[in-house]
C-alpha cells in the first residue's frame, strides 16, 4: 500500500523560500508519475507540477514556472517540491500525489489522475 506524507509547510515572508517533503512509502516508484497540487482558501485544487520518477521529466503550471522546482532523491525515496520567490497567493494547502504510470499523459495535470495522496501541508505566504 502506498502511502505518502508531506512536511515543510510553514509561514513565510512574500519573496522567500520555502521546500517541501513527500516521503513515499509502500512500493516501488520507478514507473511512477508524482505531482503538487495545492488548495488555496475558498478555491478549487489546482495542479503545481509533476515529475516522472524514472526519467525525472518534469511539468509546471504556468504560474510557477521559473519559481517553484520538483524533485527526487531516489535514496530517500522522497519528491520535494523547492518554492522560491513566493507570493501570497500561493497560499495554499499543498497535496503530494502519486500516479501509477511512467508518462505524461493528457490528464497529467487533474487531480483524478492520482491515486494516492497525502494529508497536505500548510503554506503560507504574507504579504
Known amino acids: 500500500q502506498v502511502q505518502l506524507v508531506e512536511s515543510g509547510g510553514g509561514l513565510v515572508q512574500a519573496g522567500g523560500s520555502l521546500r517541501l517533503s513527500c516521503a513515499a512509502s509502500?512500493?516501488?516508484?520507478?514507473?511512477?508519475?508524482m505531482a503538487w497540487f495545492r488548495q488555496p482558501p475558498g478555491k478549487e485544487r489546482e495542479f503545481v507540477a509533476a515529475?516522472?520518477?524514472?526519467?525525472?521529466?518534469?511539468r509546471y503550471a504556468d504560474s510557477v514556472k521559473g519559481r517553484f522546482t520538483i524533485s527526487i532523491d531516489n535514496a530517500k525515496n522522497t519528491v520535494y517540491l523547492q518554492m522560491n520567490s513566493l507570493k501570497p497567493e500561493d497560499t495554499a494547502v499543498y497535496y503530494c500525489?502519486?500516479?501509477?504510470?511512467?508518462?505524461?499523459?493528457?490528464?497529467?495535470?487533474?487531480?483524478?489522475?492520482?491515486?494516492?495522496w497525502g494529508q497536505g501541508t500548510q503554506v503560507t505566504v504574507s504579504s
Open positions: 500525489a502519486a500516479s501509477r504510470t511512467s508518462y505524461f499523459s493528457t490528464n497529467y495535470y487533474r487531480g483524478l489522475d492520482y491515486g494516492t
Open positions: 509502500g512500493g516501488t516508484f520507478s514507473n511512477y508519475r
Open positions: 515529475i516522472l520518477w524514472r526519467s525525472v521529466n518534469t
